[in-house]
Structure formats: C-alpha cells, structure tokens
C-alpha cells in the first residue's frame, strides 16, 4: 500500500525534496503561486494518505476529519499555529514540523530588521526617492543607537538564543522573559531573566520570538505599548497575531515608540493600504525569516523526511504531538 499512498503538497516547494517524495508516493502538487482556498484543499486532501502543508493553509478539526485515510501532516516550518493538533491527535496523526533549520537564518533577518528599523533605513531611502536628500542633516533621520543599548528578548528559545548571540557582538544588555527560565542558555549570552513588564520597562528594543498561541495572542497590546520605554523599538519575526495591530499603529503614531520592524502580521498579506505599510519608523517585510535557498531547501527536505517517515508508519524526526505514540501504542 505505501509505494500507491497519495499525498498533496498545497505549494511547489525546492525540487530536490519534492524528487524524494515523488519517488515515494503519488504527489498531487498545488501549481498555483497563491495557496488552494480552504474549500480545494480540503477537496484535495479528502483521499490522501499525506498532506504536506505550510503556515499559510488552515489545517482545522473539520477538515482532518473530511479526510478519513489521513496518516500524516507535514508541515514546512516550525511554527504550526494553523494546524489543530488536538484534533490530529485525536485521530493519531502525528503532526510533523522543521526547527532548528532555520533558527540562524531567521536570526539574521531579525537582525536586518532590528538594525533597519532602529537607524530608519526604510526612511532613508524613501526620502531619496521622495527627492528629499538635499543635504547632511544634523537633524535629519535620527534614529536609535543599536550597540550598548538594552534587548529584550520574549522567547528564548532557538531563534531568540540564535538573536541574543548575535547581540553580544553589539555590547549589548540582554533581559529575556517567557514562562520559564532558561539558566543554560541564558548563561552563554549573558541574559538576565525578568517579568513581561520589567523587560517592557527596561527595553530599548524588544524582540518577539515566542509562538502565538491563546496565552499570547495580542500579548502587545495597548497596556504593553504604555508599558515600554518612551523611544523604544518593537521587532515581530515570530507570528503576527502576538502584536495588536491597531495599538502598535497608535503608539507609533503618537511618537511613544521609536519604531517597528514586522517581519509577520495579521493578516499576511497585510492590505497595501493599511496604515503600518505607509508609516513613518515602520518596516515591514514579508514574513521572509526563512527565506534563504539553502534554508528552504533544508526546511523541504525536512517536511519530505517527517511525511515519509509517517507513512511508513515510522515515528517523525521532528513531531509537534509525540503523544500520538504513546496513546496508540505505536512507534
Ligand atoms: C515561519 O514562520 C516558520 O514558522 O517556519
């Protein structure tokens, strides 16, 4: 049965991985640029065996369960709040997903962000653009100085370690938060572990790296953006739907905060006319963390090794909801 298993995959994604998985399965590959609206994909993936799928497609309780032959679930990146695991669980499928991967390269970006944003590359340029480069002006573009200046880390996971090592290099002063304190890694980078509003208090520039979830869906509201320091710089490479939007704007806005660099929003794309597109000391970028060759390449690969693995009915190398195996006995 395997050599015969079915498998959707609702992007194109680097060859080499999809040559390994078509040399498996029966690839159904969705050839549009723009991801299959839920209704196709859920028509797609009814008969398969496999669905290799990316943060862009909703994998919801309604459709796991229109799809009764489904083994596995691969996602190509390390975040996963699109899936519902807890219904994947329910039915024993183990959900597969690509960190450490890209942990470096969505530090780099992160810090293209942190460095654009804080010295208002973005401005600059649209000001040579707009003709307005007349002259050196001491007043001019003035941004927030980077090096020696406090980073405060929400997350110290892999991709926030990954950023916190970057900023010993800047003489920097590390805090980082989170639901609990991570001594080891903290201790390699110099960080301090303190509250949410301690490091709000105590930042110059914040950096997002946690996963979205209940807990921390528009954990940066406007009570957040009160608590920050007046000037301070806010950086989101994680998920959008950490940041409220409609108060970032205002705090923004109002000259409180110096500036953002958003790598992720909510939604994605964020409408061309939306105001934080258009917004002075504001950069945004398309959720591009990852988006490396060789890093996407890896991330593929990763995604083909975790769907082939699940169904040969192996356990994943990379599985969000281990539980699977012990609740049904397997792997
Ligand atoms: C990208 O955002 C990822 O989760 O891999």
């Known amino acids: ?3 015969m298993a079915r498998v959707f995959v609702t992007r194109r994604i680097p060859q080499s991985a999809l040559d390994r998985l078509q040399a498996e ?3 159904d590959v969705w050839p549009e640029p723009l991801p299959p609206p839920y209704e196709e994909l ?3 993936v ?3 065996e496999g669905l290799l799928c990316l943060l862009t497609d909703r994998i919801d309780a309604d459709l796991i369960a229109a799809a009764p032959r489904l083994r596995v679930i691969s996602q190509m990146a390390v975040g996963y709040d699109n899936i519902d695991v807890a219904a994947a669980t329910a039915r024993g499928i183990p959900v597969g997903h690509t960190p450490g991967v890209l942990t470096e390269t969505t530090a780099d970006l992160t810090w293209a962000l942190l460095l654009a944003t804080a010295r208002r590359l973005l ?3 649209r000001s040579i653009e707009a003709g307005q480069w007349r002259t050196w002006d001491p007043l001019g573009l003035l941004g927030t100085d980077v090096h020696g200046a406090t980073l405060g880390i929400v ?3 892999r991709i926030g370690a990954a950023v916190a090592r970057r900023a010993v290099g800047f003489g920097m002063c590390i805090l980082y938060t989170g639901p609990r304190e991570k001594p080891d890694v903290a201790a390699g980078v110099g960080a301090t572990y303190v509250d949410f509003d301690t490091l709000l208090r105590e930042s110059d520039i914040v950096s997002i790296h946690c996963p979205l979830t209940p807990e921390t869906r528009h954990l940066f509201d406007a009570r957040a953006f009160a608590r920050m320091k007046p000037g301070a710089i806010l950086i989101n490479t994680a998920r959008g739907g950490i940041v409220d939007h409609e108060a970032l704007l205002e705090a923004v806005r109002s000259g409180h905060l110096g500036g953002a660099g958003l790598d992720v929003t909510e939604p994605e794309p964020l409408p061309a006319d939306h105001p934080l597109m258009h917004q002075e000391r504001v950069i945004v970028t398309p959720h591009i963390g990852s988006a490396t060759v060789r890093t996407r390449t890896r991330m593929a690969n990763m995604a083909v090794d975790n769907l082939l693995a699940g169904l040969r009915g192996e356990r994943l190398p990379y599985c969000v909801n281990p539980e699977v195996y ?6």
């Open 1 to 3: 049965m395997f050599p």
């Open 25 to 27: 399965a029966t690839v």
């Open 42 to 44: 859920r028509r797609r």
């Open 46 to 48: 009814a008969d398969c």
């Open 123 to 125: 401005d600059g340029v």
């Open 155 to 157: 997350g110290l996971g």
């Open 326 to 331: 012990t609740k049904n006995g397997r792997g």
